[in-house]
């Protein structure tokens, strides 16, 4: 993110600006659960967290006003209102990051970029005319950024040369600048870093591996602003890894269970865990106290040579299967992220990852090609061995339908191939509803008790198109019925969660066919001898 730190309160000589946030679009991806959306009315998942952040980080005499290209365009007369442009973005957004920078030189405003992509490849082409660069953590660059506008200059680059601020300090993000209604769930952050050391990782790159946390005061002060914005639905808490500092979480998490109970439970959380979670099981006990309804773990693959080539040790202590059935059985949705292209692996990885999601029942199963991102220990490690595939596209970023960005060890297509197959059998609409269905009989009920709120009228016209189109229209209409009277008669605390699981088959339908023309298209594309690493690169 661009960053957090202590600037708003001290303004020091800078002329009060007019400065526009521009946070750019996102390619359209599993990710992006359109159809979901669409459903619920709502435009994007996800706020731009560190923009608003950043936001409370500057003077506060600064009139800020912030455009998400995801829910809207830029207005021409928010353009003639900047002084100043502001753009932050990830790998996957910087084509549009390219093209709202340049709009705003042909206006010739002036231009700061940050956040991950900028910070991780401040050299990127799509970056070349962007005057700031404001670089790695924003508690230690932006005042360096201020005090070079203080001094009269007009562009410079701004690193915290691998120092990483406290958190402590930061101020709540500026949710006012949101428009709040286009989001389906806003987001917080507790801590930054993990003390994992993934190889393909670049969050410890960017944040390092001493987990640093708010304090549980900071976090709570962060809800109630939401609370006070009108805020009732989730709220996601971004932290890659949110047990990183177990200690501290569990120091949070009390402090969240009082703040829900006296408010009658508005939000439901969810966040990103390692899959040692399990292990632990006042946390877990803790978490679904303070209604943490989801967890997304990083599981990446069920092959324990994979992950230990990946340096992903800790997922091969204990038994995944088991680990995923604690955490259920505990409350706490599952979802997984899975990966298939790693260094020495078998033919069979996408159908062995079928097999561990239908035996755990995981509804929402995220799979990629692995993806070597700058700075981290498999870009370099491969760019020695000479096996990143160079070019513009050499970063691209997680998207499901990007092919690996370098030469595998077996033959890309086979990979490409096995993924594919691998997608569309986890997404097939049958088998889809059979695992959401195995999987809501193992949840156990919630033991919070939310205020009873009736439902919008969003929420009713959203079943409606459900049970219209699962229900009566396509051929899964018996498994539908047979499984909502199951649900109802075996576990009816948890009915309304199955059900939402259920409606977001409207986005794997659709878009299962993408990932399949789109993967195919760049297999038809490659060259007909496609080489693979040398052989002597295979782990023994
Ligand atoms: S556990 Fe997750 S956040 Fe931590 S190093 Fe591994 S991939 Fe990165």
Redo the contacts with the bound molecule.
Sequence with gaps: MFGTGPTGSHSKDVEPMHALFIYPEFPKTFWSYEKILELVNRKVLLPPLGMVTVAALLPHEWEIKLVDRNVREVKAEEWAWAELVIISGMIVQKDDMAVQIARAKQRNLPVAVGGPFASSTPDAPELDLADFKILDEGEITLPMFIEALERGETGGRYSAEGDKPDVTATPIPRFDLLQLDAYDSMSVQFSRG?????E?????VLYG?KPRTKTPEQLVAELQSLYDLGWRRSVFLVD??FI?NKRNAKLLLPEIRKFQEERGYPFSFST?A?VDLADDEEMMRMMHDARFEKVFL?IETPDEASLETAR?V?NTRNPLDAAVDRITANGIGVMAGFIIGFDGERDGAGQRIVEFVTRTGIPAAMMGMLQALPKTALWARLEEEGRLIQGEDAAKGVNQTNLLNFKPTRPIRDIANEYVDAFCALYEPNAYMDRVYSYYLKMAAPRWKAAPKAPSWVDIRALAIVVWRQGIKRNTRGRFWRYMIGMARNNPAVLEQFLVMLAHNEHFIEYRSIVQREIREQVEALPPEEPTAQKELLPA
């Excluded at 993990?194 to 993934?198: A, G, I, Q, S």
């Design positions: 993990c003390p994992f050391n993934c393909f990782c670049d969050i410890i591996r890659d890894n990183g990103e390692s990083g992903k800790q």
